[in-house]
């Protein structure tokens, strides 16, 4: 059995990432990433846990098969990213801004994405119980399968 690698308690803030792979395993813990930009990323099947990405620049990023746990995503831009088949409760992603994002096949649990700016983003087939979404704005956002109605969500946004 191959042993998982880990990030644990660095600071790696405002730092450049172009074409880096985090995946088989890693282990990302206490981690600070603030400021930094990520074009074209992979974050395939790791852990995140009590984690800073806030006020990143994530740009053609493709998360899969995630585990996240008290992340924080605040004032992040995505711009082309996926976040697909991941299980990320308890984060904060607000006031995020996505343009041309597909975050489907989530678990958001308990997640706030509040006084965030979603353009053309799908949240489909996701988890949203509890998922906070107060004052965010929407257009183009699309909710196909998911459980809008046990997120804080305005009904006109639906």
Sequence with gaps: MQ???????????AADFRNIEMKNGLRIAGMNFSFCVFDNCTFQ?????????DFCLFMNCRFSGIEGRYAVFAGSTFVNC??????????NFMGIETDNCDF??????????????????????????????RAAMTKGVTFRYSNPEEAYLRKEDL
Excluded at 3 to 13: G, I, Q, W
Excluded at 114 to 126: A, E, F, K, M, Y
């Design 104 to 133: 489907s096949g989530n678990d958001f649990y308990y997640s706030n994405f509040s006084l965030s700016r979603l353009i053309s983003t799908s949240l489909d087939d996701c988890n949203l119980k509890r998922t906070s979404f």
């Design 82 to 91: 996926t976040i697909n088949d991941s299980v990320i409760i308890h984060s």
């Design 3 to 13: 042993k998982a690698h880990a990030l644990r308690d660095l600071t790696l803030a």
């Design 45 to 53: 099947n790791s852990i995140i846990l009590s984690s800073f990405f």
